[in-house]
C-alpha cells in the first residue's frame, strides 16, 4: 500500500534508460486499455486542496485516466479521454458522484476504454458509459502518473492535479494483455516492482538541480 498526498508522487516515464520495459505506453495507447485501482479516497483533503481535479492514475497531457473532481460542488470520480472532433479538443467523461461519508471504505474503480468508441467507469455507486467523439488525441509521449495529473517542472500547480488517499492495487491491460500490475509488496524508496513481466516498474518523483524529473 502507498500512502499520496501533495508532497510526493510516482511516474512511468515513456521511456527507460535501462530498457526493461517488454510493452511500452507507445503500445499501449493504441489498444482498447482497461485500469483497475483499490483505493481509499481522502475527500476532505481533496476539497481542502482547492483543486478541479486530482489524479489517481493520469496520463498527462490533455487527462486520459481516472480522476477525482469537483462538479457544481459534488464530488465524482471520473473517467476520461480527449479527442479531436470538429476540429476542436474535447473531453470525453463518465463519472460518477460519490457519498463522501465513505471516506474511510477501501473501493475498486475500474475504466474501460474502447479505442475511439467508447470509455466508461466502474465503482461501488455504480456504472456509467460514454461514447467518444471523435478520434482520440496523441498520448504516446505522455508519462503515466500515479498520484497525481502532471508533475512535469513546467506544469503550474493548478494543473498538476495532486491526490490525495492510499492505493492498496493498480491492474492495467491493453487488449487484454497485462501492462503492470503493483500490489506495493515489493518496493523500495525509488521504485514499486511490476508483477505483470512486462517490466513497467513505477519509479517516485526526484528532480535534479534544474527541477526535471530524473528517470532511472
Known sequence: MITLNDKGCWLLAN???????TYRIQELVESDITIEVKCKIDWEKIIESNQDFAGIVC???AHFGILCKIYDGKPVISAEV???YNNEN???DAFIEIDTTTN???RTITLNYKKNSKISIKTTEGSVEKEIQGTMLDYSNAYLWVGCCDNHKPTPPEYQGNWYGQIKSIKITGNNKKFLDYDFKKKTRYKIYDKSGSGNHLIS???NEDGEVIIF
Do not use: A, P, Q, T
Open 15 to 21: 521511456y527507460s534508460r535501462n530498457m526493461v520495459s
Open 82 to 84: 480527449w479527442s479531436e
Open 59 to 61: 496520463f498527462n497531457g
Open 104 to 106: 474511510d471504505e477501501w
Open 205 to 207: 518523483k526526484h528532480l
Open 90 to 92: 474535447i473531453c470525453n
